[in-house]
């Protein structure tokens, strides 16, 4: 789940963050809870599904809309 959780944060970063963002969230905390060996890993997903949500936030507030692009 840790790992799964940084390749959605990753991939949310540019495409799907609205949906990706939480996905993210969610598995790292799932991850970080059951005691996983890879908290480094679980701790990115977290940070860039956090990062997902952010972008997605400032994109949002520059052109007011639901969704962005380039």
């Known amino acids: ?7 959605l944060g ?3 970063l540019l495409a ?5 963002g ?7 905390s ?3 809870l ?6 480094g890993r ?3 997903g977290l940070g860039l599904g956090v990062a997902d949500l952010l ?5 949002m507030s520059a052109d007011n809309t639901l969704s962005w692009s380039f």
């Open 30 to 32: 799932a991850a970080l």
């Open 22 to 28: 939480p996905v993210s969230i969610v598995l790292a």
């Open 42 to 44: 679980a701790f990115l």
């Open 55 to 59: 972008v997605l936030l400032a994109f």
């Open 10 to 12: 990753l991939v949310g």
């Open 1 to 7: 789940m840790a790992v799964a959780s940084f390749i």
């Open 16 to 20: 799907l963050n609205v949906v990706l």
């Open 34 to 39: 059951r005691g996983t060996g890879r908290r």
